[in-house]
């Protein structure tokens, strides 16, 4: 077998063995669908919410890259100042680790309660709160820990701290910021999501997850972790996909 | 006091040297009080010459390259450079380390070309290319320029980053152990790739290094710096006319030049003639 073929081949070969499975289960079990979903209950929900699960898909994919954008800013902003201050970085990192300590989970009440009725400003917020931490850490040591030689090229020949930042801090430290950015754009993508179930009257596919509960539609509730399984892939890939343009080059050939 | 005044107005009138430090005397603050690393340290190199520092470990040699290429400036004492004194970096020094330093996201071609983006220079860019390439087949990396520094090898690396150091056209090279980190092979043919270069183009050129044979093999003069804090306790011309050969590091003359350094860098260490006649005994 060929190398593609089985790339393509091997995890379709499983995704179809467990959707079999967990139709099978539910089949001998005779489950009602109010107490399980079996993936053919998925498709006639699917039909049926369409509009729905594109519209209510839409909101939670804006709202996620809106909290990844800010966090990228904001947490870019504040690794730069940790990363060549260190008075700044003695002084904020404490601060950065209590924040990042709290569970966001009990953050997301106060949040909704906070600025109630404003949906798309506090999915936004908290998407934003729980992706930051990464990328501001990342930069800030990405930056503290550049090698003085490197600076030292570059500064003896009279070029300015811009200069410095442009050509070499900041390309050397974009790996650390693309490993930074995966972990962020999944935790942003949670964020959003605890915010749309959590808040009543929500958007997003949260809040389709939301309605699902409180009529106790499982398949719906499980075609929407499947829309958001996929949303979430999209979402990852793309940042992989941004890492190879720009950070290409930290990648080892192989051999 | 007044002689010291006239003294000095009259050298900075009268330097003839490309390279001279004057009295160079510098401390780092820690955080048990200043460390004293350079004291009263002197030393003239005549332009287009090649002047090789060595001393014992922590003297203060890669302090003297930084005070040298206006990274730093002295305590005390003055840093002069083609006739101006030395206060902040110029543009007209090329400088390598023992990292090579070169950046992973660029191609060899671009890394050598790193220094023409900052200094404001007469080439064209299709000028500097070019002298890129050329630089690069002197030192025997030629079909490289489009490889990442990821492909190539330590020594490899090195020989990217010499030809970065003087791609600007540089009046003084700074070599702070450049081959430090090399194999002996290796090592011995990047010295005779700097006298390529040397030939090639001139420039002044001081050396830091560890290794006495690579001192005597490269430089025109070479300057022994005592313990911390450090001053110029033996300056040696290495007098080997004619092009330069390996082998010459074997003739009596060279030879002789190599024990006088041993000597001169054990004393530097405080182990004296004495001390190493008992331990044979």
Same mark, same amino acid.
């Given at each position: 077998?060929?190398?593609?073929? *089985?790339? +393509?081949?091997?995890?379709? =070969? $499983?995704? %179809?063995?467990?959707?079999?499975?967990?139709?099978?289960? &539910?089949?001998?079990?005779?489950?009602?669908?109010?107490?399980?979903?079996?993936?053919?209950?998925?498709?006639? *929900?699917? +039909?049926?919410?369409?509009? =729905? $699960?594109? %519209?209510?898909?839409?909101?939670?994919?804006?709202?996620? &890259?809106?909290?990844?954008?800010?966090?990228?800013?904001?947490?870019?902003?504040?690794?730069?100042?940790?990363?060549?201050?260190?008075?700044?970085?003695?002084?904020?990192?404490?601060?950065?680790?209590?924040?990042?300590?709290?569970?966001?989970?009990?953050?997301?009440?106060?949040?909704?309660?906070?600025f109630v009725g404003q949906h798309d400003f506090n999915t936004v917020l908290i998407a934003f709160m729980i992706s930051f931490f990464p990328i501001a850490v990342s930069v800030s040591i990405g930056l503290s820990t550049l090698e003085p030689e490197y600076r030292d090229i570059l500064r003896s020949l009279g070029a300015s701290n811009f200069t410095i930042f442009w050509k070499i801090a900041l390309p050397k430290t974009l790996p650390e910021f693309f490993g930074a950015l995966k972990v962020a754009v999944t935790l942003a993508f949670i964020g959003t999501n605890l915010m749309e179930i959590v808040s009543p009257h929500g958007r997003g596919l949260g809040d389709l997850f939301d309605s699902g509960r409180i009529s106790a539609d499982y398949p719906l509730m499980f075609a929407v972790l499947f829309a958001l399984a996929a949303l979430g892939i999209v979402l990852f890939y793309v940042v992989v996909f941004l890492e190879r343009i720009f950070a290409?080059?930290?990648?080892?050939?192989?051999? | 006091?007044?002689?010291?005044?006239?003294?000095?107005?009259?050298?900075?009138?009268?330097?003839?040297?490309?390279?001279?430090?004057?009295?160079?005397?510098?401390?780092?603050?820690?955080?048990?009080?200043?460390?004293?690393?350079?004291?009263?340290?002197?030393?003239?190199?005549?332009?287009?010459?090649?002047?090789?520092?060595?001393?014992?470990?922590?003297?203060?040699?890669?302090?003297?390259?930084?005070?040298?290429?206006?990274?730093?400036?002295?305590?005390?004492?003055?840093?002069?450079?083609?006739?101006?004194?030395?206060?902040?970096?110029?543009?007209?020094?090329?400088?390598?380390?023992?990292?090579?330093?070169?950046?992973?996201?660029?191609?060899?071609?671009?890394?050598?070309?790193?220094?023409?983006?900052?200094?404001?220079?007469?080439?064209?860019?299709?000028?500097?290319?070019?002298?890129?390439?050329?630089?690069?087949?002197?030192?025997?990396?030629?079909?490289?320029?489009?490889?990442?520094?990821?492909?190539?090898?330590?020594?490899?690396?090195?020989?990217?980053?010499?030809?970065?150091?003087?791609?600007?056209?540089?009046?003084?090279?700074?070599?702070?152990?450049?081959?430090?980190?090399?194999?002996?092979?290796?090592?011995?043919?990047?010295?005779?790739?700097?006298?390529?270069?040397?030939?090639?183009?001139?420039?002044?050129?001081?050396?830091?290094?560890?290794?006495?044979?690579?001192?005597?093999?490269?430089?025109?003069?070479?300057?022994?710096?005592?313990?911390?804090?450090?001053?110029?306790?033996?300056?040696?011309?290495?007098?080997?006319?004619?092009?330069?050969?390996?082998?010459?590091?074997?003739?009596?003359?060279?030879?002789?030049?190599?024990?006088?350094?041993?000597?001169?860098?054990?004393?530097?260490?405080?182990?004296?003639?004495?001390?190493?006649?008992?331990?044979?005994?």
């Amino acid at each position: 077998m060929n190398d593609t073929l *089985r790339k +393509i081949l091997a995890p379709l =070969l $499983f995704i %179809i063995g467990i959707l079999a499975f967990w139709e099978w289960i &539910v089949w001998y079990k005779q489950l009602p669908d109010f107490r399980m979903a079996s993936p053919s209950d998925l498709i006639p *929900r699917y +039909i049926r919410f369409w509009d =729905l $699960f594109l %519209i209510k898909s839409w909101e939670t994919l804006w709202r996620t &890259v809106a909290g990844l954008g800010l966090a990228v800013i904001f947490g870019t902003l504040i690794g730069m100042i940790m990363g060549f201050s260190r008075f700044a970085r003695e002084g904020l990192y404490p601060i950065l680790v209590g924040f990042n300590a709290i569970p966001k989970a009990t953050v997301v009440p106060i949040v909704a309660l906070m600025f109630v009725g404003q949906h798309d400003f506090n999915t936004v917020l908290i998407a934003f709160m729980i992706s930051f931490f990464p990328i501001a850490v990342s930069v800030s040591i990405g930056l503290s820990t550049l090698e003085p030689e490197y600076r030292d090229i570059l500064r003896s020949l009279g070029a300015s701290n811009f200069t410095i930042f442009w050509k070499i801090a900041l390309p050397k430290t974009l790996p650390e910021f693309f490993g930074a950015l995966k972990v962020a754009v999944t935790l942003a993508f949670i964020g959003t999501n605890l915010m749309e179930i959590v808040s009543p009257h929500g958007r997003g596919l949260g809040d389709l997850f939301d309605s699902g509960r409180i009529s106790a539609d499982y398949p719906l509730m499980f075609a929407v972790l499947f829309a958001l399984a996929a949303l979430g892939i999209v979402l990852f890939y793309v940042v992989v996909f941004l890492e190879r343009i720009f950070a290409g080059w930290a990648e080892r050939s192989p051999g | 006091m007044v002689s010291g005044i006239t003294f000095r107005k009259t050298l900075m009138t009268a330097s003839a040297h490309m390279i001279e430090l004057r009295d160079v005397t510098h401390a780092y603050r820690t955080k048990a009080g200043p460390l004293p690393v350079l004291d009263r340290l002197s030393i003239q190199i005549p332009e287009n010459s090649f002047c090789a520092v060595v001393g014992p470990s922590g003297c203060g040699k890669s302090t003297l390259t930084r005070l040298v290429s206006g990274l730093m400036r002295p305590n005390e004492g003055e840093v002069w450079l083609h006739g101006q004194r030395v206060t902040s970096p110029r543009p007209t020094v090329g400088m390598a380390f023992q990292n090579p330093v070169l950046l992973e996201w660029r191609t060899i071609l671009q890394n050598v070309l790193l220094p023409m983006e900052i200094v404001k220079s007469p080439m064209s860019k299709a000028e500097a290319t070019e002298r890129a390439h050329h630089l690069l087949d002197l030192v025997g990396l030629t079909g490289f320029a489009e490889k990442r520094p990821s492909e190539l090898s330590g020594g490899m690396r090195q020989r990217a980053s010499l030809c970065r150091s003087i791609i600007h056209k540089p009046d003084v090279l700074i070599l702070d152990e450049p081959f430090g980190a090399l194999d002996a092979f290796t090592r011995e043919d990047l010295w005779c790739t700097m006298h390529d270069l040397r030939a090639e183009e001139p420039f002044t050129c001081l050396l830091i290094t560890h290794d006495l044979r690579e001192s005597v093999f490269l430089a025109d003069q070479v300057v022994v710096m005592s313990g911390r804090p450090a001053h110029a306790q033996h300056v040696m011309q290495v007098d080997l006319p004619g092009k330069r050969s390996l082998d010459d590091l074997y003739s009596p003359k060279a030879v002789e030049m190599l024990a006088t350094l041993r000597h001169q860098i054990q004393v530097a260490q405080g182990r004296t003639v004495d001390d190493t006649a008992e331990a044979k005994a």
